[in-house]
């Protein structure tokens, strides 16, 4: 194409794009919906001291109630709770980490967890899915007594123990050397949410949406760890026939990603740290190890 | 997903990066001036990315509410709020693309050539997601180019080439 042709093309298209543009039509109560939206939205913890005093004195009960679940269950049932019990996290019951030492693939396994008994959310009896909030605690997720609750409403704004402080149970975490991440959840405007803590428990880090459903989608976030070293992860959603999420480098690195219930209809969160190297590509895969979806930069999305 | 590499936005996380040069009196706007100032035109921006004015407000009601956890800490928010707009208009294109594919939907051919704003419509639904935010933002937003790139997360002379390619794409589609 010359350019004289783009000279001419030029102003019409600006007089077009104009003329769409004169079309758009605004809700008045758009400023209202918004502030309903920034209402709803997940709070910090602001919560006075006589709440956070009632949040310790919860966090001791539960801790005590977590203790005795887990001594009532058999090994295959024992949920690793990383000092924060909840019965809405889908904790694993091992980490299988293996180096490799005579290839130069390294991969690091975290296995889904399908251990957990209570309140994992869109699986079992005992969970409870929520359109809104998905794993909102307030619904009775985190009440072992109101199991299979469905929560309808917004998270409390300070949040009580064991959940972080925008008031919602972390759905799936990940423990390494100088760092805990935890990943919550929840849905808003037809979109799957998740926030980022670390590299400590309640130190917010990031958000990000993707529009629900995806196959595989993630992002990249990088976190100075406890240990003043720089951390990097990769976090996001896939369908629940996912068995595994690897990240997998240029040069062929690997670490499998801990993968989260199904917090919401066939959406699973995943988290997972970053292997040495340059990022090539995420990749799914079921459980018998064939490829479900294969993503790259820059978009980290898609796959299907 | 079918999308050339070049095509493609960057699913980067809006997070406090600055994106074009602040105006002078960005650090003195509250957000409710920066609704008054840039909602509307965020709309117009998003239904030309997207098509529908409906889609449009959600997604620009979406990126305020992102803008307000960060506006403390944002030196440009227009900059802010272009960057998640655009991002946010890619990714209900993907949501459409991953849609279809779950739900074996075949999404109905927009019928053109009703009008003439259905005929720019359609010139711009058959760009890539990126060619279309370039022709946007540097025809309707009157973006330079630099402005441009940094929004996309890519470099200068990607958006030239997206440009270069969607004007010829759209030679063919706008009759003169």
Known sequence: MSDRDVLDLEPELRRRLGDVAATTTTDEAAWDAIQDRIAARPAPAHGSRRARLLAVVAAAVLVVVAAVALSHQDDSDKIQTDNTPSTTIDRTTTTDRTTSTNRTTTSTTSRAGSTSTTGVPGQGPGGGTTPEGGVNPAGGGTDPGAGGATATTAPPATAPDNTRQDGRVPVVSLAGSGYTMELTAWQSGGSNHLNVFGPTTDAYQTTWSWPNPVCLAGLRVEVAGTDNATHSFFYGYVTADAAEVLIVTTGGLSTSARLGPEVFSGQRPWIGEEPPGQVDHLEARDGSGGLLYNVAAPTWDGGC | ?176
């Open chain 2, 1 to 176: 997903m079918g999308l050339e590499a070049a095509d493609r936005i960057e699913a980067v996380d809006v997070g406090p990066a600055l994106v074009a040069p602040a105006p002078p009196s960005a650090a003195s706007r509250s957000f409710e001036d920066v609704y008054r100032d840039d909602y509307a035109r965020m709309v117009r921006v998003a239904h030309l990315l997207t098509g529908s004015n409906e889609t449009a407000e959600d997604i620009v009601q979406d990126a305020f509410v992102k803008l307000y956890d960060r506006f403390d800490t944002l030196g440009d928010v227009s900059g802010y709020l272009y960057r998640a707009v655009v991002n946010s208009c890619w990714n209900r294109h993907r949501h459409l693309k991953v849609v279809e594919r779950l739900q074996h939907l075949t999404v109905p051919a927009t019928v053109a050539g009703v009008s003439e704003i259905d005929e720019t419509l359609s010139a711009l639904r058959i760009l890539a997601p990126r060619r279309r935010a370039v022709v946007v933002l540097r025809y309707y937003a009157d973006l330079r180019l630099e402005e441009i790139a940094q929004i996309l997360g890519c470099r200068l002379g990607t958006v030239k080439s997206a440009l270069h390619r969607a004007l010829a794409e759209l030679k063919e589609a706008i009759p003169r």
